[in-house]
């Protein structure tokens, strides 16, 4: 198995910040306002007017359906993005989103956004492994994508166990390495940390393990892979029409000059999937 520790990167939050800041234009352009995978069902992928909007959500409604959000209900979106998510949450099942994200630009771009007719929203730049919340604060949380970002697992599940009420829910959209991975795939995985400024990349069995001691209880799991997989495909598609405008062929020029390697990101990603070395799938908790 591999340990956690061994997929480590040196990224910082400062880092990770950092990288979202710088590569803001990118992810607008190319994923929109929700950073992260779509779920597609295999007839989607080539039609054409099925947007790679359309399918992050769904895989938003996916994630929180289990979590059964009642009106009026504290919610808290760890690693919030441009708060589109909190957004979408707020307004279809009227509860109180908390979202918290390391990039002050997200923070900013979220304001911009008018307030959800049913529900609120409220968007705020932290770190979740030092935040101020009470205990007990939230009935419900969701992490999308944001759990490999955090430089000490065990302290993003201690507080998470610390914030929820007794009896609250969590779900959890994630990556995971695979426990037997040659080391090939090692070195594949490593890349994509450092590349993506993951500080550590878990196992499955590392993460329930993690949850577990801090006190949360392992309520299901579902592996996403094949369904997620297509995003980074639609993306390919994506980038490789938008480099004909030149605003994003100069942008491009301009970031891989700071960040040779970025342009790798996608071709790692979609080997990383089709190797099975890289797992994607929702990880469901209670307190």
């Given at each position: 198995?591999?340990?956690?520790?061994?997929?480590?990167?040196?990224?910082?939050?400062?880092?990770?910040?950092?990288?979202?800041?710088?590569?803001?234009?990118?992810?607008?352009?190319?994923?929109g306002?929700?950073?992260?995978?779509?779920?597609?069902e295999?007839?989607?992928?080539?039609?054409?007017?099925?947007?790679?909007?359309?399918?992050?959500?769904?895989?938003?409604?996916?994630?929180?359906?289990?979590?059964?959000?009642?009106?009026?209900?504290?919610?808290?979106?760890?690693?919030?993005?441009?708060?589109?998510?909190?957004?979408?949450?707020?307004?279809?099942?009227?509860?109180?989103?908390?979202?918290?994200?390391?990039?002050?630009?997200?923070?900013?771009?979220a304001?911009?956004?008018?307030?959800?007719?049913?529900?609120?929203?409220?968007?705020?730049?932290?770190?979740?492994?030092?935040?101020?919340?009470?205990?007990?604060?939230?009935?419900?949380?969701?992490a999308?994508?944001?759990?490999?970002?955090?430089?000490?697992?065990?302290?993003?599940?201690r507080?998470?166990?610390?914030?929820?009420?007794?009896?609250?829910r969590?779900?959890?959209?994630?990556?995971?390495?695979?426990?037997?991975?040659?080391f090939l795939?090692?070195?594949?995985?490593?890349?994509?940390?450092?590349?993506?400024?993951l500080?550590?990349?878990?196992?499955?069995?590392?993460?329930?393990?993690?949850?577990?001691?801090?006190?949360?209880?392992?309520?299901?799991?579902?592996?996403?892979?094949?369904?997620?997989?297509?995003?980074?495909?639609?993306?390919?598609?994506?980038?490789?029409?938008?480099?004909?405008?030149?605003?994003?062929?100069?942008?491009?020029?301009?970031?891989?000059?700071?960040?040779?390697?970025?342009?790798?990101?996608?071709?790692?990603?979609?080997?990383?999937?089709?190797?099975?070395?890289?797992?994607?799938?929702?990880?469901?908790?209670?307190?």
């Amino acid at each position: 198995m591999i340990a956690l520790l061994a997929l480590r990167s040196a990224a910082t939050a400062p880092d990770i910040a950092r990288h979202y800041d710088e590569l803001d234009f990118f992810y607008r352009q190319l994923w929109g306002e929700h950073l992260h995978h779509g779920l597609w069902e295999e007839q989607w992928e080539d039609d054409p007017q099925l947007s790679i909007q359309e399918t992050t959500r769904r895989l938003l409604e996916v994630t929180i359906a289990p979590l059964s959000l009642q009106p009026g209900e504290r919610v808290v979106d760890i690693g919030c993005g441009y708060g589109a998510d909190a957004r979408w949450l707020a307004e279809h099942t009227a509860a109180h989103v908390t979202g918290i994200t390391l990039s002050a630009l997200q923070v900013q771009l979220a304001k911009e956004h008018p307030p959800p007719v049913r529900g609120s929203t409220v968007i705020r730049q932290g770190d979740w492994l030092h935040n101020d919340f009470d205990d007990h604060s939230f009935g419900a949380a969701v992490a999308i994508e944001s759990l490999a970002h955090m430089p000490d697992k065990r302290l993003f599940f201690r507080q998470l166990s610390r914030t929820l009420s007794h009896g609250g829910r969590a779900a959890i959209a994630c990556w995971t390495a695979a426990p037997d991975c040659s080391f090939l795939e090692t070195i594949l995985l490593r890349r994509l940390c450092r590349d993506g400024q993951l500080p550590s990349l878990g196992t499955l069995r590392e993460y329930r393990e993690l949850a577990e001691d801090a006190g949360l209880r392992f309520t299901n799991y579902r592996d996403l892979t094949t369904a997620v997989e297509p995003t980074w495909r639609i993306i390919r598609r994506r980038a490789a029409k938008a480099l004909w405008s030149l605003r994003f062929l100069r942008a491009s020029i301009v970031t891989a000059r700071r960040r040779p390697s970025f342009v790798l990101t996608i071709p790692s990603m979609m080997l990383a999937y089709r190797t099975q070395a890289l797992h994607y799938g929702i990880l469901w908790l209670e307190k």
